[in-house]
Nanobody, 124 residues
Protein backbone atom coordinates (compact mmCIF):
# COMPACT_ATOMS: atom_id res chain seq x y z
CA UNK A 1 0.00 0.00 0.00
CA UNK A 2 1.34 3.39 -0.99
CA UNK A 3 1.19 5.87 1.81
CA UNK A 4 2.82 8.81 3.54
CA UNK A 5 2.71 8.93 7.32
CA UNK A 6 3.19 12.14 9.27
CA UNK A 7 4.63 12.23 12.78
CA UNK A 8 6.37 14.49 15.26
CA UNK A 9 3.61 16.87 16.23
CA UNK A 10 2.85 17.92 19.78
CA UNK A 11 2.36 20.75 22.21
CA UNK A 12 4.99 23.47 22.22
CA UNK A 13 5.25 26.90 23.76
CA UNK A 14 5.40 30.02 21.60
CA UNK A 15 8.92 30.51 20.35
CA UNK A 16 9.64 26.80 20.52
CA UNK A 17 10.63 24.32 17.84
CA UNK A 18 9.37 21.05 16.41
CA UNK A 19 10.46 18.78 13.58
CA UNK A 20 7.82 16.86 11.68
CA UNK A 21 8.54 13.74 9.64
CA UNK A 22 6.84 12.41 6.53
CA UNK A 23 7.73 8.77 5.93
CA UNK A 24 6.87 7.00 2.69
CA UNK A 25 6.01 3.34 2.49
CA UNK A 26 5.22 1.20 -0.51
CA UNK A 27 7.01 3.49 -2.94
CA UNK A 28 10.24 5.41 -3.36
CA UNK A 29 10.02 9.07 -2.49
CA UNK A 30 12.97 10.15 -4.58
CA UNK A 31 11.04 10.89 -7.76
CA UNK A 32 8.35 12.98 -6.09
CA UNK A 33 8.13 16.55 -4.91
CA UNK A 34 6.74 16.70 -1.40
CA UNK A 35 4.58 19.36 0.14
CA UNK A 36 3.49 20.12 3.66
CA UNK A 37 0.01 21.48 4.28
CA UNK A 38 -1.83 22.48 7.41
CA UNK A 39 -5.41 22.88 8.50
CA UNK A 40 -6.29 24.98 11.50
CA UNK A 41 -9.59 24.50 13.34
CA UNK A 42 -12.41 25.99 11.34
CA UNK A 43 -10.18 26.91 8.41
CA UNK A 44 -9.39 25.46 5.02
CA UNK A 45 -6.26 23.43 4.39
CA UNK A 46 -3.40 25.57 3.12
CA UNK A 47 -0.05 24.84 1.53
CA UNK A 48 2.93 25.59 3.74
CA UNK A 49 6.03 24.53 1.84
CA UNK A 50 7.32 22.12 -0.78
CA UNK A 51 10.55 20.62 -2.03
CA UNK A 52 11.45 19.11 -5.40
CA UNK A 53 12.74 15.51 -5.69
CA UNK A 54 16.42 16.39 -5.44
CA UNK A 55 15.89 19.27 -3.04
CA UNK A 56 17.06 21.83 -5.56
CA UNK A 57 13.95 24.00 -5.23
CA UNK A 58 11.83 24.89 -2.26
CA UNK A 59 8.86 27.17 -1.81
CA UNK A 60 7.41 28.66 1.39
CA UNK A 61 4.27 30.57 2.12
CA UNK A 62 5.05 34.05 3.38
CA UNK A 63 3.80 33.37 6.91
CA UNK A 64 6.51 30.77 7.56
CA UNK A 65 9.46 32.15 5.62
CA UNK A 66 12.56 32.38 7.80
CA UNK A 67 11.00 30.14 10.48
CA UNK A 68 10.28 26.83 8.75
CA UNK A 69 12.67 24.71 6.69
CA UNK A 70 11.72 21.75 4.55
CA UNK A 71 14.25 19.01 3.88
CA UNK A 72 14.36 15.44 2.69
CA UNK A 73 16.52 12.36 3.02
CA UNK A 74 15.77 10.16 0.04
CA UNK A 75 17.96 7.37 1.44
CA UNK A 76 15.57 7.22 4.40
CA UNK A 77 12.51 7.73 2.20
CA UNK A 78 11.51 10.59 4.48
CA UNK A 79 10.85 14.32 4.27
CA UNK A 80 10.96 16.72 7.19
CA UNK A 81 9.55 20.04 8.29
CA UNK A 82 11.72 21.90 10.78
CA UNK A 83 9.68 24.56 12.55
CA UNK A 84 11.29 27.27 14.66
CA UNK A 85 9.97 30.38 16.40
CA UNK A 86 6.53 28.83 16.50
CA UNK A 87 3.52 31.08 16.96
CA UNK A 88 0.00 30.31 18.20
CA UNK A 89 -1.24 30.86 14.64
CA UNK A 90 0.85 27.87 13.54
CA UNK A 91 -1.51 25.63 15.49
CA UNK A 92 -2.98 23.14 13.02
CA UNK A 93 -2.95 19.57 11.84
CA UNK A 94 -0.03 19.17 9.44
CA UNK A 95 -0.15 16.88 6.42
CA UNK A 96 2.33 15.84 3.75
CA UNK A 97 1.62 14.65 0.26
CA UNK A 98 3.15 14.46 -3.20
CA UNK A 99 2.78 17.75 -5.08
CA UNK A 100 3.92 19.88 -7.93
CA UNK A 101 6.49 22.28 -6.48
CA UNK A 102 7.25 25.49 -8.35
CA UNK A 103 8.94 28.81 -7.58
CA UNK A 104 5.51 30.40 -7.47
CA UNK A 105 3.73 27.87 -5.32
CA UNK A 106 2.50 24.40 -4.55
CA UNK A 107 0.06 22.38 -6.64
CA UNK A 108 -1.80 19.37 -5.35
CA UNK A 109 -1.89 16.40 -7.70
CA UNK A 110 -5.08 14.92 -9.16
CA UNK A 111 -6.65 12.41 -6.80
CA UNK A 112 -4.53 13.57 -3.86
CA UNK A 113 -5.19 11.48 -0.78
CA UNK A 114 -4.59 12.74 2.71
CA UNK A 115 -3.32 10.84 5.71
CA UNK A 116 -4.20 11.41 9.35
CA UNK A 117 -1.78 14.28 9.71
CA UNK A 118 0.06 15.20 12.88
CA UNK A 119 -1.33 17.87 15.22
CA UNK A 120 0.76 20.84 16.31
CA UNK A 121 -0.44 23.04 19.15
CA UNK A 122 1.43 26.20 20.03
CA UNK A 123 0.29 27.48 23.37
CA UNK A 124 1.62 28.67 26.69
Amino acid sequence: QLQLVESGGGLVQPGGSLTLSCAASGFSLDTYAIGWFRQAPGKEREGVTCITPTGGLTHYRDAVKGRFTISRDNAKNTAYLHMNSLKPEDTAVYFCTTVGCYPGGIATMPHTTWGQGTPVTVSS
